[in-house]
Protein backbone atom coordinates (compact mmCIF):
# COMPACT_ATOMS: atom_id res chain seq x y z
CA UNK A 1 0.00 0.00 0.00
CA UNK A 2 1.40 3.57 -1.46
CA UNK A 3 1.48 6.46 1.20
CA UNK A 4 2.54 9.73 0.95
CA UNK A 5 2.64 11.72 4.22
CA UNK A 6 3.18 15.35 4.09
CA UNK A 7 4.32 17.32 6.87
CA UNK A 8 6.11 20.87 7.82
CA UNK A 9 3.32 22.94 6.47
CA UNK A 10 2.31 25.97 9.26
CA UNK A 11 1.60 29.57 9.18
CA UNK A 12 4.85 32.07 8.73
CA UNK A 13 4.99 35.93 7.95
CA UNK A 14 5.89 36.78 4.75
CA UNK A 15 9.73 36.90 3.99
CA UNK A 16 10.26 34.05 6.20
CA UNK A 17 10.88 30.06 5.52
CA UNK A 18 9.32 26.53 5.79
CA UNK A 19 10.73 23.18 5.02
CA UNK A 20 7.85 20.58 3.81
CA UNK A 21 9.08 16.99 4.34
CA UNK A 22 7.08 13.56 2.45
CA UNK A 23 7.76 10.25 4.02
CA UNK A 24 6.90 7.85 1.10
CA UNK A 25 6.22 3.63 1.86
CA UNK A 26 5.22 0.81 0.14
CA UNK A 27 6.89 2.09 -3.33
CA UNK A 28 11.09 1.80 -4.75
CA UNK A 29 11.17 5.54 -3.50
CA UNK A 30 14.36 5.86 -5.59
CA UNK A 31 13.14 4.68 -8.43
CA UNK A 32 10.38 6.78 -8.81
CA UNK A 33 10.12 10.52 -9.88
CA UNK A 34 8.34 12.91 -7.05
CA UNK A 35 7.37 16.37 -7.19
CA UNK A 36 5.08 18.77 -5.33
CA UNK A 37 1.61 20.83 -6.25
CA UNK A 38 -0.02 23.40 -4.78
CA UNK A 39 -3.56 24.39 -4.42
CA UNK A 40 -5.31 27.47 -3.25
CA UNK A 41 -8.66 28.42 -2.21
CA UNK A 42 -10.99 28.84 -5.21
CA UNK A 43 -7.96 28.30 -7.83
CA UNK A 44 -6.87 24.73 -9.89
CA UNK A 45 -4.13 22.64 -8.19
CA UNK A 46 -0.70 24.06 -9.53
CA UNK A 47 2.53 22.55 -10.47
CA UNK A 48 4.74 23.86 -8.05
CA UNK A 49 8.74 21.38 -8.59
CA UNK A 50 9.82 18.02 -9.74
CA UNK A 51 13.02 15.84 -9.19
CA UNK A 52 13.96 12.79 -11.54
CA UNK A 53 14.67 9.21 -9.91
CA UNK A 54 18.05 9.21 -11.43
CA UNK A 55 20.43 12.09 -11.37
CA UNK A 56 18.08 14.43 -9.57
CA UNK A 57 17.47 16.71 -12.77
CA UNK A 58 14.70 19.53 -10.84
CA UNK A 59 12.06 21.65 -12.64
CA UNK A 60 10.29 24.19 -10.55
CA UNK A 61 7.21 26.78 -12.03
CA UNK A 62 8.10 30.00 -12.88
CA UNK A 63 6.17 31.34 -10.05
CA UNK A 64 8.59 29.51 -7.34
CA UNK A 65 12.02 29.52 -9.16
CA UNK A 66 14.76 30.78 -7.19
CA UNK A 67 12.95 30.83 -3.77
CA UNK A 68 12.28 27.43 -3.40
CA UNK A 69 14.62 24.01 -3.27
CA UNK A 70 12.94 20.13 -4.33
CA UNK A 71 15.65 17.65 -2.39
CA UNK A 72 15.25 14.09 -2.05
CA UNK A 73 16.50 11.47 0.79
CA UNK A 74 16.38 8.37 -0.72
CA UNK A 75 18.10 6.20 1.65
CA UNK A 76 15.10 7.93 4.00
CA UNK A 77 12.55 8.00 1.50
CA UNK A 78 11.90 11.05 2.12
CA UNK A 79 11.13 14.03 -0.19
CA UNK A 80 11.86 17.61 0.80
CA UNK A 81 10.30 21.75 -0.91
CA UNK A 82 12.43 23.87 1.06
CA UNK A 83 10.53 27.13 0.39
CA UNK A 84 12.39 30.62 1.54
CA UNK A 85 11.40 34.31 0.93
CA UNK A 86 7.55 33.17 1.00
CA UNK A 87 4.81 35.55 -0.09
CA UNK A 88 0.84 35.46 0.41
CA UNK A 89 0.62 34.02 -2.85
CA UNK A 90 2.14 31.11 -1.49
CA UNK A 91 -0.49 30.03 1.02
CA UNK A 92 -1.88 26.93 -0.53
CA UNK A 93 -2.76 23.41 0.32
CA UNK A 94 0.83 21.49 -0.82
CA UNK A 95 0.65 18.38 -1.87
CA UNK A 96 3.65 15.54 -2.48
CA UNK A 97 3.13 13.29 -5.47
CA UNK A 98 5.26 10.61 -7.40
CA UNK A 99 5.13 8.88 -10.52
CA UNK A 100 5.10 4.98 -10.39
CA UNK A 101 7.07 4.25 -13.60
CA UNK A 102 10.25 5.63 -15.13
CA UNK A 103 9.02 6.82 -18.54
CA UNK A 104 11.35 9.97 -19.85
CA UNK A 105 8.80 12.56 -20.47
CA UNK A 106 8.99 16.10 -21.73
CA UNK A 107 9.16 18.66 -19.16
CA UNK A 108 5.57 20.11 -19.76
CA UNK A 109 4.13 16.70 -19.02
CA UNK A 110 5.65 16.66 -15.54
CA UNK A 111 3.91 20.01 -14.79
CA UNK A 112 0.57 18.44 -15.49
CA UNK A 113 -1.41 15.85 -12.70
CA UNK A 114 -1.43 13.33 -15.51
CA UNK A 115 1.51 11.58 -14.38
CA UNK A 116 1.02 11.33 -10.77
CA UNK A 117 -0.44 8.21 -9.97
CA UNK A 118 -0.26 8.90 -5.95
CA UNK A 119 -0.82 11.93 -4.00
CA UNK A 120 -0.50 12.38 -0.40
CA UNK A 121 -3.32 14.16 1.47
CA UNK A 122 -1.41 17.59 1.63
CA UNK A 123 0.10 20.32 4.64
CA UNK A 124 -2.00 23.66 4.68
CA UNK A 125 0.91 26.65 4.41
CA UNK A 126 -0.13 30.29 5.26
CA UNK A 127 1.49 33.11 4.78
CA UNK A 128 0.58 36.15 6.12
CA UNK A 129 1.47 39.48 4.70
Known amino acids: QVQLVESGGGLVQAGGSLRLSCAAS????????MGWFRQAPGKEREFVAFISWSVGGTVYSDSVKGRFTISRDNAKNTLYLQMNSLKAEDTAVYYC??????????????????????WGQGTQVTVSS
Open 97 to 118: VCASDQFVRPVHTWKSTAPWDY
Open 26 to 33: GVPFSNYA
